[in-house]
């Protein structure tokens, strides 16, 4: 059974830093596309970011809304993903999810971690 | 790429069959896929590729389209259908949502 989850939310002043983690298990996590979705409270969802597998350079892809203020990593030996976030503002207030992605397609999502950017 | 989803929200009786509709700005193929979130929930994915199942979906769920428009049709209603659905592409980057469509009972 594929699983996924989150850890590493809670509450952070506007301007510091947060790194979340994904644990996955049930599958092949180095054959993956990961990514990161978030949703606002009350508000739909929004792609934060993507990271390739290995055989694709694990590069990646970000929003525009957190482009050079996010970092998106995994360590594959470890069947994990990470969002590194910081500078981080009010508006990054949100739900954060971990999802597994087949050919490009979303297919699994974990339970979401919430993080809260607050003074 | 820009996706709207219509209605935003839509009142039917359990057995109904409903069907939610999504239009992206430009052309993207059948690079399309629909979720269903419950309230205080992880979304789960319904369909990909515009009309492909995930698996374990019941066949109830539906998908169609191609190009810009696209639509979602759920048949039989449940009581366990009641719940928000969302469109997106992945035809390229940004990867968008619609706004979403709530299903509410009548």
């Known amino acids: 059974e594929v699983q996924l989850v989150e850890s590493g939310g809670g509450l952070v002043q506007p301007g510091g830093s947060l790194r979340l983690s994904c644990a996955a298990s049930?599958?092949?996590?180095?054959?993956?596309?990961m990514d990161w979705v978030r949703q606002a409270p009350g508000k739909g969802l929004e792609w934060v970011g993507r990271?390739?597998?290995?055989?694709?350079?694990?590069?990646?892809e970000y929003a525009a809304s957190v482009k050079g203020r996010f970092t998106i990593s995994r360590d594959d030996s470890k069947n994990s993903l990470f969002l590194q976030m910081s500078s981080l503002k009010t508006e990054d207030t949100a739900v954060y999810y971990c999802?597994?992605?087949?050919?490009?397609?979303?297919?699994?999502w974990g339970q979401g971690t919430l993080v809260t950017v607050s003074s | 790429i820009q996706m709207t989803q219509s209605p935003s929200s839509l009142s039917a009786s359990v057995g109904d069959t409903v069907t939610i509709t999504c239009r992206a700005s430009?052309?993207?193929?059948?690079?399309l896929a629909w979720f269903q979130q419950k309230p205080g929930k992880a979304p789960k994915s319904l369909i990909y590729?515009?009309?492909s199942l995930q698996s374990g979906v019941p066949s109830k769920f539906s998908g169609s389209g191609s190009g810009t428009d696209f639509t979602l049709t759920i048949s039989s209603l449940q009581p366990e259908d009641f719940a928000t659905y969302y469109c997106?592409?992945?035809?390229?980057?940004?990867?968008?949502f619609g706004q979403g469509t709530r299903l509410e009972i009548k």
């Open positions: 999802v597994r992605s087949s050919l490009y397609y979303f297919d699994n």
């Open positions: 049930g599958f092949t996590f180095s054959d993956h596309y």
């Open positions: 990271i390739r597998n290995k055989a694709n350079s694990y590069t990646t």
């Open positions: 430009q052309g993207i193929n059948n690079y």
């Open positions: 590729a515009a009309s």
């Open positions: 997106q592409h992945y035809k390229t980057y940004p990867i968008t």
